[in-house]
Protein backbone atom coordinates (compact mmCIF):
# COMPACT_ATOMS: atom_id res chain seq x y z
CA UNK A 1 0.00 0.00 0.00
CA UNK A 2 1.36 3.50 -0.50
CA UNK A 3 2.85 5.16 2.54
CA UNK A 4 4.67 8.51 3.00
CA UNK A 5 8.51 8.82 2.40
CA UNK A 6 9.45 10.09 6.37
CA UNK A 7 13.14 10.64 7.36
CA UNK A 8 15.55 10.49 8.93
CA UNK A 9 14.68 7.05 9.92
CA UNK A 10 16.88 7.10 13.12
CA UNK A 11 18.37 9.83 15.37
CA UNK A 12 20.74 9.78 17.96
CA UNK A 13 21.10 13.52 19.03
CA UNK A 14 22.52 14.98 22.54
CA UNK A 15 20.20 16.26 25.31
CA UNK A 16 19.52 20.22 24.61
CA UNK A 17 19.85 19.85 20.66
CA UNK A 18 17.24 20.74 17.71
CA UNK A 19 15.39 18.28 15.67
CA UNK A 20 14.20 18.21 12.86
CA UNK A 21 12.23 15.76 10.81
CA UNK A 22 9.84 15.25 7.54
CA UNK A 23 7.43 13.19 5.51
CA UNK A 24 6.97 13.79 1.71
CA UNK A 25 4.49 12.27 -0.86
CA UNK A 26 4.05 12.15 -4.56
CA UNK A 27 0.52 12.79 -4.18
CA UNK A 28 -1.24 16.47 -2.04
CA UNK A 29 -2.96 15.76 1.10
CA UNK A 30 -5.53 17.55 2.92
CA UNK A 31 -4.21 16.65 6.29
CA UNK A 32 -0.94 15.96 8.36
CA UNK A 33 -0.82 14.65 11.52
CA UNK A 34 2.03 13.63 13.79
CA UNK A 35 1.53 11.38 15.94
CA UNK A 36 4.51 10.63 19.33
CA UNK A 37 4.97 6.53 20.22
CA UNK A 38 6.69 6.06 23.54
CA UNK A 39 7.62 2.17 24.09
CA UNK A 40 5.62 0.04 24.90
CA UNK A 41 2.41 2.21 24.22
CA UNK A 42 0.15 3.51 21.53
CA UNK A 43 0.77 6.35 19.40
CA UNK A 44 -0.32 9.31 20.62
CA UNK A 45 -1.43 12.48 18.83
CA UNK A 46 1.44 15.86 19.11
CA UNK A 47 -0.30 18.16 15.77
CA UNK A 48 -2.46 18.35 13.32
CA UNK A 49 -2.69 20.33 10.47
CA UNK A 50 -5.28 21.65 8.12
CA UNK A 51 -3.87 23.98 5.81
CA UNK A 52 -1.43 24.30 3.16
CA UNK A 53 1.74 26.91 4.98
CA UNK A 54 0.10 26.47 8.09
CA UNK A 55 2.58 26.61 11.30
CA UNK A 56 1.48 24.81 14.49
CA UNK A 57 3.45 24.79 18.03
CA UNK A 58 2.43 22.78 21.10
CA UNK A 59 5.14 23.36 23.61
CA UNK A 60 9.05 22.41 21.98
CA UNK A 61 7.27 21.13 18.91
CA UNK A 62 6.30 22.76 15.71
CA UNK A 63 4.86 21.54 12.72
CA UNK A 64 4.46 23.11 8.95
CA UNK A 65 2.22 22.01 6.09
CA UNK A 66 4.15 22.40 3.16
CA UNK A 67 2.65 25.12 0.72
CA UNK A 68 2.90 22.07 -2.11
CA UNK A 69 0.54 19.72 -0.04
CA UNK A 70 2.92 17.14 -0.73
CA UNK A 71 5.05 17.35 2.57
CA UNK A 72 5.31 18.12 5.86
CA UNK A 73 7.92 18.56 8.98
CA UNK A 74 7.91 19.02 12.49
CA UNK A 75 10.71 20.29 15.10
CA UNK A 76 11.72 19.70 18.73
CA UNK A 77 13.39 22.17 20.05
CA UNK A 78 16.10 21.77 22.83
CA UNK A 79 15.03 18.25 22.93
CA UNK A 80 15.01 16.18 26.62
CA UNK A 81 14.89 12.49 27.57
CA UNK A 82 11.32 12.57 27.41
CA UNK A 83 11.45 13.24 23.75
CA UNK A 84 12.87 9.71 23.44
CA UNK A 85 10.35 7.50 21.13
CA UNK A 86 8.91 6.95 17.39
CA UNK A 87 7.56 9.72 15.93
CA UNK A 88 5.03 8.76 12.90
CA UNK A 89 3.66 11.51 10.13
CA UNK A 90 0.42 10.90 8.71
CA UNK A 91 -1.72 12.23 6.19
CA UNK A 92 -5.35 12.01 4.36
CA UNK A 93 -5.14 12.38 1.04
CA UNK A 94 -6.90 15.11 -1.27
CA UNK A 95 -10.19 13.85 -3.21
CA UNK A 96 -9.95 10.80 -0.55
CA UNK A 97 -13.92 11.35 -0.36
CA UNK A 98 -15.49 9.82 2.55
CA UNK A 99 -12.57 7.40 2.73
CA UNK A 100 -10.89 8.39 6.36
CA UNK A 101 -7.73 6.01 5.88
CA UNK A 102 -4.63 7.70 6.90
CA UNK A 103 -1.43 7.37 4.70
CA UNK A 104 1.39 6.30 7.54
CA UNK A 105 5.14 7.35 7.43
CA UNK A 106 7.49 4.45 8.70
CA UNK A 107 8.17 6.62 11.45
CA UNK A 108 11.69 8.10 12.95
CA UNK A 109 13.13 6.77 15.80
CA UNK A 110 14.63 9.52 18.46
CA UNK A 111 17.30 8.35 21.20
CA UNK A 112 18.31 11.01 23.21
CA UNK A 113 21.64 11.23 25.61
CA UNK A 114 21.23 12.56 28.54
CA UNK B 1 -12.93 9.14 29.83
CA UNK B 2 -11.13 5.97 29.39
CA UNK B 3 -10.76 7.29 25.60
CA UNK B 4 -9.88 3.73 23.41
CA UNK B 5 -9.45 0.96 25.77
CA UNK B 6 -7.78 -3.06 24.29
CA UNK B 7 -8.15 -6.25 25.46
CA UNK B 8 -5.95 -8.57 26.74
CA UNK B 9 -2.27 -6.29 27.06
CA UNK B 10 -0.65 -9.39 25.94
CA UNK B 11 -1.24 -13.16 24.54
CA UNK B 12 0.14 -16.22 23.94
CA UNK B 13 -1.26 -18.64 21.25
CA UNK B 14 -0.32 -21.74 19.34
CA UNK B 15 -0.48 -22.04 15.64
CA UNK B 16 -3.84 -22.98 15.12
CA UNK B 17 -6.08 -21.28 18.06
CA UNK B 18 -8.45 -18.73 17.53
CA UNK B 19 -9.22 -15.57 19.28
CA UNK B 20 -10.72 -12.41 19.49
CA UNK B 21 -9.48 -9.36 20.36
CA UNK B 22 -11.74 -6.58 21.64
CA UNK B 23 -11.42 -2.87 21.35
CA UNK B 24 -13.93 -0.13 23.08
CA UNK B 25 -14.33 3.61 22.93
CA UNK B 26 -16.28 6.18 25.23
CA UNK B 27 -15.72 8.57 22.68
CA UNK B 28 -18.52 8.05 20.91
CA UNK B 29 -16.61 8.51 17.49
CA UNK B 30 -18.21 7.29 14.29
CA UNK B 31 -15.00 4.75 13.05
CA UNK B 32 -12.84 2.53 13.97
CA UNK B 33 -9.76 0.59 13.01
CA UNK B 34 -7.38 -2.20 13.31
CA UNK B 35 -3.91 -2.24 13.36
CA UNK B 36 -0.76 -4.21 13.15
CA UNK B 37 2.76 -2.76 14.30
CA UNK B 38 6.02 -4.73 13.01
CA UNK B 39 9.26 -3.47 13.29
CA UNK B 40 10.45 -1.43 10.48
CA UNK B 41 7.17 -1.75 8.99
CA UNK B 42 5.07 1.18 10.36
CA UNK B 43 1.73 0.73 11.28
CA UNK B 44 -0.44 -1.37 8.90
CA UNK B 45 -4.41 -1.20 8.52
CA UNK B 46 -6.27 -4.34 8.92
CA UNK B 47 -9.53 -3.56 9.04
CA UNK B 48 -11.69 -0.53 9.29
CA UNK B 49 -15.06 0.64 9.87
CA UNK B 50 -16.35 4.29 8.85
CA UNK B 51 -19.61 3.56 10.88
CA UNK B 52 -21.56 0.90 13.01
CA UNK B 53 -22.90 -1.58 10.85
CA UNK B 54 -20.09 -1.05 7.74
CA UNK B 55 -16.52 -2.89 8.08
CA UNK B 56 -14.10 -2.63 5.18
CA UNK B 57 -10.60 -3.80 4.03
CA UNK B 58 -7.50 -2.12 4.55
CA UNK B 59 -4.20 -3.18 3.40
CA UNK B 60 -3.33 -6.11 5.21
CA UNK B 61 -6.73 -8.35 5.81
CA UNK B 62 -5.84 -11.84 5.15
CA UNK B 63 -6.49 -14.26 8.43
CA UNK B 64 -8.72 -11.58 10.18
CA UNK B 65 -12.06 -11.09 10.55
CA UNK B 66 -13.86 -8.16 12.15
CA UNK B 67 -16.94 -7.34 13.94
CA UNK B 68 -18.37 -3.97 14.74
CA UNK B 69 -20.72 -4.68 17.88
CA UNK B 70 -22.31 -1.07 18.37
CA UNK B 71 -20.70 1.94 18.69
CA UNK B 72 -18.54 1.30 20.71
CA UNK B 73 -17.06 -2.15 20.47
CA UNK B 74 -14.59 -3.41 17.19
CA UNK B 75 -13.10 -6.78 17.61
CA UNK B 76 -10.66 -8.78 16.18
CA UNK B 77 -11.02 -11.89 15.16
CA UNK B 78 -7.98 -14.62 14.24
CA UNK B 79 -9.39 -18.00 13.30
CA UNK B 80 -6.14 -19.97 12.79
CA UNK B 81 -3.50 -18.07 14.31
CA UNK B 82 0.23 -18.15 12.25
CA UNK B 83 3.45 -17.19 13.48
CA UNK B 84 3.09 -14.39 10.98
CA UNK B 85 0.42 -12.81 12.64
CA UNK B 86 3.09 -12.59 15.83
CA UNK B 87 2.37 -8.59 15.80
CA UNK B 88 1.52 -5.87 18.48
CA UNK B 89 -2.56 -5.13 17.27
CA UNK B 90 -3.79 -1.35 17.74
CA UNK B 91 -7.09 -0.21 17.42
CA UNK B 92 -8.08 3.26 17.16
CA UNK B 93 -11.10 5.38 16.70
CA UNK B 94 -11.85 8.97 15.24
CA UNK B 95 -14.41 11.79 15.67
CA UNK B 96 -16.87 11.76 12.49
CA UNK B 97 -15.67 13.43 9.66
CA UNK B 98 -12.51 14.26 10.52
CA UNK B 99 -9.20 12.21 9.97
CA UNK B 100 -7.53 12.13 14.07
CA UNK B 101 -6.96 9.39 14.63
CA UNK B 102 -6.91 8.15 18.79
CA UNK B 103 -5.18 4.98 19.84
CA UNK B 104 -5.41 2.53 22.52
CA UNK B 105 -2.81 0.67 24.26
CA UNK B 106 -1.96 -2.12 22.44
CA UNK B 107 -2.09 -6.20 22.55
CA UNK B 108 1.18 -7.74 22.00
CA UNK B 109 0.24 -10.94 20.53
CA UNK B 110 2.94 -13.92 20.25
CA UNK B 111 1.85 -16.98 18.22
CA UNK B 112 4.29 -19.90 18.73
Known amino acids: GQQLNQSPQSMFIQEGEDVSMNCTSSSIFNTWLWYKQDPGEGPVLLIA???AGELTSNGRLTAQFGITRKDSFLNISASIPSDVGIYFCAGQRFNAGNNRKLIWGLGTSLAVNP | NAGVTQTPKFQVLKTGQSMTLQCAQD?????MYWYRQDPGMGLRLIYY???????DKGEVPNGYNVSRLNKREFSLRLESAAPSQTSVYFC???????????FGPGTRLTVL
Open chain 2, 92 to 102: ASSYPGTDTQY
Open chain 2, 49 to 55: SASEGTT
Open chain 1, 49 to 51: LYK
Open chain 2, 27 to 31: MNHNS
